[in-house]
């Protein structure tokens, strides 16, 4: 996959192309609707497949002082993409000059000239431009123009007619449900980030630990995780079996929250690392403990606890996202 991150980059070669149009946060079952049918579309025109994405994020350019709540931040959405089979990601920079753009200067600038897009797809209540005047009706007013091919797909629904939705996928992961974000995802929901070095007292009592701030990422619950974890290789990654805690530490009495992951059976120095943490399942709240002796004792029962939940999912080695192949 090419990642073009502005018109210059945009050669002859690389444009009338199909492009799916989208924030994409999550790049859950809805979001994957929305590129697959720009996808085959491209097939069938003999076309290459783009998606354009957005960063930062609007919502975060239009209020920064907001908490975390990013479900995947631009390396993770473009794994995920490119995981689909996509050709191109446009990754437009949104800033205030982005922001003041008209619906109708999009379209024509961006849409049309920029890109030179051959057919645009978007989600059924996608909207764009200052203001948030845009929306499908307006880019099917273009298609009858014949600026280019036009398709609104419509709302893709989880079981019991839910609509899949990032909102919703965020809900899940603040309840503690991380089995139910990876229904509505399609995959695990991962975070990733560079192992720091933290107070290394889970070496003190036999369960070391690789430490992550979440950074702009969604804060899940606090509580301990049955996760895999996966170490980038630089191309490949290679995943193992563990278990993790996210909070704020409260035995120690630590106010900043970081995810402290530690691998089942195994002893690497992933200091400095880049580190893939996929949380598989909920084992239990976060809690203030009398000592390291009863600390101690109930981090062994949460390893347990957590081989027994990765034992009886079948998990294949990919680079692409983390799924349980029985699951999804």
């Not at 049918?37 to 354009?52: E, N, P, S």
Request: proline content about 5%; overall charge neutral; hydrophobic content about 40%.
């Amino acid at each position: 996959m090419r990642l073009v991150r502005h018109c210059g980059e945009l050669t002859p070669d690389l444009q009338g192309c199909v492009v799916a149009l989208g924030n994409f946060d999550g790049v859950h079952k809805g979001h994957q609707a929305v590129i697959l049918t720009a996808k085959r579309i491209a097939q069938d025109l003999g076309v290459a497949c783009g998606v354009m994405t957005f960063e930062p994020h609007p919502r975060a350019f239009f209020n920064p002082a907001q908490p975390p709540f990013r479900l995947t931040p631009f390396r993770v959405k473009a794994r995920l993409i490119e995981a689909l089979g996509i050709d191109l990601l446009f990754m437009q920079h949104f800033d205030q000059a982005f922001a003041d753009m008209t619906a109708l200067e999009f379209v024509g600038g961006v849409l049309a000239t920029c890109l030179g897009a051959r057919h645009v797809v978007v989600g059924y209540d996608y909207v764009f431009g200052k203001g948030r005047k845009g929306t499908g009706a307006l880019l099917q007013k273009a298609a009858d123009e014949g600026a280019f091919g036009f398709t609104a797909v419509p709302p893709e629904m989880a079981k019991g007619g839910e609509t899949y939705s990032s909102t919703r996928v965020r809900e899940a992961l603040v309840a503690g449900q991380p089995s139910v974000a990876a229904r509505l995802l399609g995959h695990y929901w991962e975070i990733e980030g560079r192992v720091e070095h933290g107070d290394q007292r889970g070496r003190t009592i036999g369960f070391p630990t690789a430490n992550i701030h979440l950074g702009e990422y969604q804060h899940p619950a606090a509580g301990v995780y049955a996760v895999r974890a996966g170490i980038d290789l630089g191309g490949d990654t290679q995943w193992l079996d563990g278990v993790a805690n996210f909070g704020n530490r409260p035995t120690f009495d630590k106010q900043d929250q970081i995810l402290e992951v530690h691998l089942l059976d195994h002893n690497i120095d992933l200091y400095g690392r880049h580190l893939r943490v996929a949380l598989v399942d909920f084992i239990r709240p976060e809690r203030k403990f009398a000592g390291l002796d009863e600390l101690k004792t109930q981090i062994a029962a949460d390893a347990q606890q957590a081989r027994a939940i990765l034992a009886a999912r079948h998990f294949p080695q990919s680079p692409g996202p983390m799924v349980a192949v029985s699951d999804f």
